[in-house]
């Protein structure tokens, strides 16, 4: 490992540049049809269903509540701790199964199976309040970047702007994109590791824009294509340690943290790998197409 990470390497990583706009743009077109045809299985907090917090007189196992609801057909059902082993928080979608005046006979017949507990809260989230709260996560992903734009704007020039929302919508995208095709659950957690993933690949992406800038300062006889492969290269130990750090910590999140955590956890380690290869490929050939050169700095 140390050997493909070390400081002096020479990738030409800009010869496959053509190859990676192909690539990513057919990855973006399996996304896009994905959303058009399947759309997002969005959780509890974006769409309609209840909110129930039951104690139980013993400790409970979470698996086992799952599979009780499995074999009435409830299979998206989200259950977790709250506080200590005896007290759980369950969320249901809304489903043919029961309604709002039946949900307490359904979650007593469903879930007893000789363990005796007490319904001690039951709240219906309607329909309006998921669609209010993906409007604002749209609006909270827009925010974000537009207030990238500008900044990376302010700070370098604005075609380098332009060239991190080119990887950031790659990076949105495909994640998005992930939990479209498996149609993993989306709820708030995985809004929150979208908007955790654009500052992660932001991050990168400016290292390696900040590398690129001096260089071009430094080495004016070079072509653009070589500034760029140098910048890369010089920050590739960097990428890759980040990466490789923050990836064992995501995985023992989705090993161990939890259902609270799983789909948080699957998101980031996505985000992560795509904005690990966006910011080597799509990042800096953005510019390369956008025309940036030696002579604009």
Request: charged letters at 20%; one cysteine or more.
């Amino acid at each position: 490992m140390f050997s493909i990470i070390k400081k002096n390497t020479n990738f030409n990583f800009l010869e496959f540049r053509k190859l990676a706009i192909v690539f990513s743009s057919f990855l973006i077109i399996v996304c896009i049809l994905s959303f058009s045809t399947k759309g997002l299985n969005w959780g509890i907090d974006f769409s309609s269903g209840y909110i129930a917090q039951l104690k139980y007189e013993d400790d409970i196992e979470i698996q086992e509540l799952k599979k009780s609801l499995m074999k009435t057909g409830i299979k998206d059902s989200v259950i977790q701790y709250y506080g200590n082993k005896q007290e759980v928080i369950l969320k249901l979608k809304d489903n043919q199964e029961f309604d709002q005046t039946s949900v307490n006979t359904f979650l007593k017949k469903s879930l007893s199976e000789g363990k005796d507990f007490k319904i001690l809260r039951l709240e219906y989230v309607g329909s309006q309040v998921g669609s209010e709260l993906r409007e604002k996560g749209e609006w909270a992903m827009l925010v974000a970047l537009l207030s990238i734009l500008v900044y990376i704007g302010f700070r370098f020039e604005f075609l380098y702007g332009i060239g991190a929302i080119f990887a950031l919508l790659h990076d949105v995208i495909l994640t998005l994109g992930f939990f479209s095709i498996t149609q993993l659950q989306f709820d708030l957690s995985v809004l929150a590791a979208i908007l955790a993933v654009i500052g992660y690949s932001l991050n990168d992406t400016i290292v390696v824009y900040d590398r690129i800038r001096e260089n071009m300062n430094l080495t004016r006889k070079k072509s653009f294509l070589d500034v760029l492969n140098l910048s890369i290269n010089q920050t590739l130990s960097r990428t890759i340690i980040t990466s490789l750090t923050t990836l064992f910590v995501l995985f023992s999140l989705l090993l161990i943290g939890g259902i609270a955590v799983k789909f948080f956890s699957i998101a980031m380690i996505i985000g992560v790998l795509v904005g690990t290869y966006s910011s080597i490929f799509i990042a800096s050939t953005s510019l390369y197409f956008l025309g940036v050169n030696s002579k604009d700095n």
